[in-house]
């Protein structure tokens, strides 16, 4: 079983009860029996270990072609136990347009930890390279980021880092393994937002670790078992199931985002479109060497005929909302939105522009999707 899509469905291989169930039960059990004091058991208590959640660990591991996945309760919490295994006086480089929730977590929770930061363009290697210190551990990054798509090497920055002795940690909630596999470019530790791609629907809050390296995955474990943020059986369940459609999902999106943006370019009414799938846009090449894609998300600007508020206020089948990756269409407003804690002047130094779009395109029908953009845009026009 080696082709992508027969895994999605079918690993791991399960073997539940001898009940013949095609797919794994919800353990809601807390606590497990032991046969008596001293025996070695799988499962204790579920905190520690549950059946469902360890199926779907396993799942990602496989996936993510690592051998130990380990899942939490959100993306955050998942951020969070991958930086736990860090301590005080540490070091990390990271890159300088993650995620808002991380640089949050950085900044305002692990600083008091004791841990200092430097974040980096991380598509630059000569400025990784100068912000490395004696103390430096670990350089952390999305390959795609958000919302402006802008690609960094996995291969090249895990390279740098293996020279130095350092981890490289990847978020790859934006690709999912079907697009990108970090652990197999020098990646040693990757993370998900679970919440998006992998699950697909908007119904579950979830994260992921995964990673190869069996002292690694200690450290983790470690950290999961004592802070305790696990995902619960029932989002386990759930979130199994969402990963096993992850393929035609993602097929479909590119194909949706490939033809909206064919149609926007020949609208007149943009000016510029972020997004790394075409070979007319920029990170393309780049991006090409390490991914199958570039996923199901993309941002642009309109020209000044538009008023960038009124579209995404007109839009019906695109909802107004954050979050992405899932099978709706979803837009924002960065600058008002997903990234509104930053200041205009941050914004505008990390290239988010007050009316920059960014669309999370879901897998209705092109046609629908194109027909709403057209109305909006035409209400928009000024
Ligand atoms: C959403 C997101 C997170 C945080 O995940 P939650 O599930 O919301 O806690 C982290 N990284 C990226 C790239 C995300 O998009």
């Given at each position: 079983m080696t082709e992508f899509n027969t895994k999605l469905v079918h690993q791991p291989v399960q073997h539940d009860n001898n009940t013949g169930a095609v797919t794994v039960p919800i353990y809601k059990a807390t606590t497990f029996k032991y046969p008596a004091v001293g025996a070695q058991v799988k499962d204790d208590y579920s905190r520690s270990g549950n059946p469902t959640r360890r199926a779907v660990e396993e799942q990602l591991a496989t996936l993510e072609e690592g051998n130990y996945g380990f899942c939490f309760s959100s993306g955050m919490a998942a951020i969070h136990a991958a930086l736990a295994i860090f301590k005080k006086g540490d070091h990390l480089i990271v890159g300088d347009q993650i995620y808002g929730g991380t640089f949050r977590l950085l900044h305002e929770f692990f600083k008091r930890w004791g841990l200092t930061i430097t974040a980096v363009d991380t598509r630059d290697l000569s400025a990784i390279e100068k912000a490395i210190q004696p103390n430096t551990k670990a350089i952390y990054f999305e390959p795609v980021t958000n919302p402006l798509l802008q690609v960094s090497s996995i291969s090249r920055v895990s390279q740098l880092a293996h020279q130095y002795n350092l981890l490289t940690i990847v978020d790859n909630t934006f690709l999912s393994p079907y697009l990108l596999r970090p652990l197999n470019l020098g990646a040693d530790i990757v993370i998900h937002s679970a919440t998006k791609y992998l699950s697909g629907h908007s119904d579950i809050s979830a994260g992921a670790v995964v990673v190869r390296d069996q002292s690694l995955a200690e450290r983790v474990y470690f950290i999961q078992n004592a802070l305790g943020a696990v995902l619960s059986p029932e989002d386990s369940n759930e979130l199994a199931r969402g990963i096993k459609t992850l393929g035609i999902r993602l097929e479909r999106q590119m194909e949706n985002v490939k033809r909206i943006i064919h149609y926007l370019q020949e609208s007149n009414a943009v000016q510029k479109i972020y997004y790394?799938?075409?070979?007319?846009?920029?990170?393309y090449q780049e991006l090409r060497k390490e991914a199958r894609g570039a996923g199901g998300v993309f941002s642009f600007e309109l020209t000044e005929q538009v008023n960038p508020s009124e579209f995404v206020n007109h839009?019906?089948?695109?909802?107004?909302?954050v979050s992405l990756g899932a099978v709706e269409s979803l837009v924002e407003l960065p600058s008002k939105m997903s990234h509104a804690e930053l200041t205009l002047e941050e914004q505008l130094a990390a290239g988010i522009k007050p009316g920059l779009i960014r669309m999370s395109v879901g897998i209705e029908d092109y046609r629908d999707q194109i027909i709403d953009i057209q109305q909006a845009l035409e209400k928009a026009h000024n």
């Open positions: 790394p799938g075409l070979a007319d846009l920029p990170g839009l019906q089948l695109f909802k107004l909302a």
